[in-house]
Structure formats: structure tokens, C-alpha cells
């Protein structure tokens, strides 16, 4: 399973969301996210362990910088 991570100044990490059974569709969800949120965003995809909770990041989709007055 894998899961999206998203990282930025304003609102911290965020990592709530659901597991996603492929990589590929994790990264659809990172980019939809990226979209949606403003401001300096850092996209990861980690993979899940779910009988340990582990999880290991496996790329950084995307890093978006824009300026938020």
C-alpha cells in the first residue's frame, strides 16, 4: 500500500489521507493535491507496511513553490 505525504511550512505534514494500492495512483493524488493547496508544498509517496505501520519513502513527486502575501 502506499501513501501520500504532504510537507509545507504553513500547514505542516499531512499525512491523513487514504492508502492507495498502487504507486501510480498514489502520484495521481499527489498531483491532484498539489493543484488544491497553495503556497511552498512538497509532495511524497512512501510505501506502508500495514502490519507494522512502517513507512519508507520511495520519491518526491513535486516541490511547489508560490508566494502567499
Known sequence: MYRLKLIS???GIDDK???HPTQEQARQAAEL???V????VR???????V???KTEKLEEVYIK???IE
Open 9 to 11: 511550512p504553513h500547514f
Open 17 to 19: 489521507g487514504p492508502l
Open 33 to 35: 493535491m498539489l493543484r
Open 37 to 40: 493547496y497553495r503556497g511552498n
Open 43 to 49: 509532495a511524497e509517496v512512501h510505501r506502508v507496511d
Open 51 to 53: 502490519k507494522t505501520r
Open 65 to 67: 513553490q508560490e508566494w
